[in-house]
């Protein structure tokens, strides 16, 4: 029996205002066929569904057409869990309908973990493995706020809320576990030690809120995990594995091998392999002068089945308004006149002018550098709030609002 873990799809996600529907659908694509072409008898995503909590229409309309498009194949059972992007009400609620087509969704933790154990059945009706899928666990599903406490006592409490989760799990399928059933726990949640990259919006889990993978209940098979973008490896007895987001989300991932896991089940035994997405554009940074700019521009080759995404960092030694100029008729015209190639990114600095925004003092980044969530999460910093996770849901609330009325059809 082979299960495909995948998560982080971000559907809707936009980079620097660039829709990515045309990925998704080349994904999806991509995925139904993988899903044939390697027998996978069950597939399990592991949150961030959506990039919003309330998105398009259109973007719904690709999710839907995916998972209706797995009915004429050999997947018998989807699982799809929350993650910290998604909204737990968006995704559950077509729940009972996707019930149907044998999608099972767990938008997010209830006080019932025996809800996310689902158990997997191989053709004969016997049960071949069980999946504890596990959503992303919000701060209220993991432990009553306690006033003036201090933020180290807050993290150590969520930590510990986490692993009582799996623990409570691990109990639940004891019996399957001795009887020699593979037991894979899914999660979508920071684990110590992973590497993350620009486009993971921290929503609680600061580096110090990432519960070590040796700090986790015993009697799980695999880890199945989601939340980072990079896929990676974590821990190997079990192995417990990030399986990354499928496009690349951000420049910072822009060399990131994408992949879907495989896992292969056969006498209660889990075999990990995993299998590399095709970039369907790349991104690309081009930084120098202008005239080395210009030059490495000219050298590109369109290699990719969509346009190619490009960050332009140009720096220039003496401020000069004039070149100010150039440089954006040049950004313009460069976009109108290609097809294979886009300048979605793009700074002008001079190495003699210290940039006044806040952002670039010694980062030499700027305001266009971040997201909005970013931004609200630096004002925190420097007023010192610590007690966050409200403001920061609230804000992404309103953003999501700003979002989801902002694209219509
Ligand atoms: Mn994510």
């Not at 529907?21 to 694509?29: G, N, V």
């Amino acid at each position: 029996m082979k299960i495909l873990h995948t998560s982080d799809w971000h559907i809707g996600q936009r980079l620097h205002n660039n829709d990515r529907e045309e990925e998704h659908r080349m994904f999806f694509d991509w995925l139904k066929q993988t899903v044939i072409t390697q027998n996978i008898d069950v597939l399990l995503v592991c949150g961030d569904i959506f990039d919003i909590g309330f998105p398009a229409n259109s973007v719904l309309k690709i999710y839907y057409s995916f998972l209706t498009s797995l009915i004429a194949t050999n997947c018998r059972q989807v699982i799809i869990t929350g993650g910290n992007h998604d909204s737990v009400s968006t995704l559950d609620a077509p729940k009972e309908i996707l019930k149907f087509i044998n999608v099972t969704v767990i938008g997010g933790a209830t006080d019932d973990p025996a809800a996310e154990i689902i158990e997997i059945r191989d053709e004969t009706g016997k049960t071949a493995a069980v999946v504890c899928a596990v959503p992303y666990l919000r701060e209220k599903n993991l432990r009553k706020s306690i006033a003036g406490e201090s933020f180290d006592d807050r993290e150590r409490s969520i930590r510990e809320g986490i692993l009582n989760h799996y623990l409570q799990l691990s109990d639940l399928t004891k019996t399957h576990q001795n009887s020699g059933i593979p037991v894979i726990a899914a999660g979508h949640l920071y684990v110590q030690g992973a590497v993350i990259s620009e486009s993971e919006r921290g929503i609680y889990v600061g580096n110090q809120a990432g519960v070590s993978i040796s700090a986790f209940p015993t009697g799980f098979g695999y880890f199945a995990l989601g939340h980072l973008h990079r896929a990676q490896q974590v821990g190997s007895s079990p192995p417990a594995h990030y399986s990354g987001s499928p496009l690349m989300l951000s420049f910072s991932e822009k060399h990131d091998k994408k992949r879907v896991n495989i896992l292969e089940i056969s006498d209660g035994k889990i075999l990990v392999t995993d299998i590399k997405i095709p970039a369907f554009r790349k991104l690309i940074s081009i930084k120098g002068s202008l005239a080395e700019a210009k030059e490495k521009l000219a050298s590109l080759n369109p290699e990719s089945q969509l346009c190619d995404w490009i960050d332009l960092d140009v720096e220039e030694p003496v401020h000069d308004p004039l070149l100010m100029r150039l440089y954006d008729d040049f950004v313009e015209d460069f976009n109108t006149k290609n097809d294979h190639f886009k300048i979605v990114k793009n700074m002008l600095r001079f190495a003699d002018r210290k940039q006044l925004d806040t952002f670039s003092a010694d980062s030499g980044l700027t305001l266009s550098d971040f997201n909005e969530v970013e931004v609200f999460e630096k004002l925190l910093d420097q007023e010192g709030i610590f007690e966050r996770e409200d403001l920061i849901s609230c804000f992404n609330q309103l953003l999501q609002m700003v979002h989801s009325t902002e694209k219509q059809d």
